[in-house]
């Protein structure tokens, strides 16, 4: 079955770049029908969307996040990532890269990656 | 911009019982776009109902779904220990603030 998984340092210090990258098996990023996300959730809180990608590299942003964020796509290698810049303490977050049906379909996320944890630290 | 409401924040059940769970829009929303999520402790969220009130492949048939306009419900018919969690209704882009289901 389809499965993700995050892949990226876990530990950053304030002003970096956080960068992440989601692959995907058992199925193809460049399925049409599905965009693929990404969503965060700070520890003990909720979860706050950041954004997504369809495999022709369509974007669409948080728009609390846009001017801080890049999604990109590789559909070489079944892979998509997330760059974050100038990270705050506030971007600590567990970050998780998910599936997104598209609008027709209802616009859920499954499924998700297990999740990876960054600390933003000095 | 659409914001999401969840109710209670906290939910005390016994195993064996039934729990509703409240998601309420600010504003009227497509019910075809509304989806459930339930998740563990150190887990990722697992897409439970879509389309307000259709269960994902594998949920088991004692988690349902029902609402339209602005008041949607998760209901759990009868509680097993697994089904202690944290609960999210979400909406395009918006998540609610969950639903804790705790053991009472």
């Known amino acids: 079955q389809l499965q993700l998984q995050e892949s990226g340092p876990g530990l950053m210090k304030p002003s970096e770049t956080l960068s992440l990258t989601c692959t995907v098996s058992g199925g193809f990023i460049s399925s049409s029908s599905y965009y693929w996300g990404w969503i965060r959730q700070p520890p003990g809180k909720g979860l706050e969307w950041i954004g997504m990608?369809?495999?022709?590299?369509?974007?669409y942003y948080n728009p609390s996040l846009k001017s801080r964020v890049t999604i990109s796509v590789e559909t070489s290698k079944n892979q998509f990532s997330l760059k974050l810049s100038s990270v705050t303490a506030a971007d600590t977050a567990v970050y998780y890269c998910a599936r997104r049906s598209s609008e027709s379909e209802g616009n859920w996320f499954d499924p998700w990656g297990q999740g990876t944890l960054v600390t933003v630290s000095s | 911009e659409i914001v999401l409401t969840q109710s209670p924040g906290t939910l005390s059940v016994s195993p064996g019982e039934r729990a509703t769970l409240s998601c309420r829009a600010s504003q009227s929303v497509n019910s075809d776009y509304l989806a459930w999520y339930q998740q563990k402790p150190g887990q990722a969220p697992r897409l439970l109902i879509y389309?307000?009130?259709s269960r994902a492949t594998g949920i088991p048939d004692r988690f349902s779904g029902r609402g339209s306009g602005t008041d949607f419900t998760l209901t759990i018919s009868r509680l097993e220990p697994e089904d202690f969690a944290v609960y999210y209704c979400q909406q395009y882009d918006t998540f609610g603030p969950g639903t804790k289901v705790d053991i009472e």
């Open positions: 389309g307000a009130s």
């Open positions: 990608i369809y495999y022709d590299g369509t974007t």
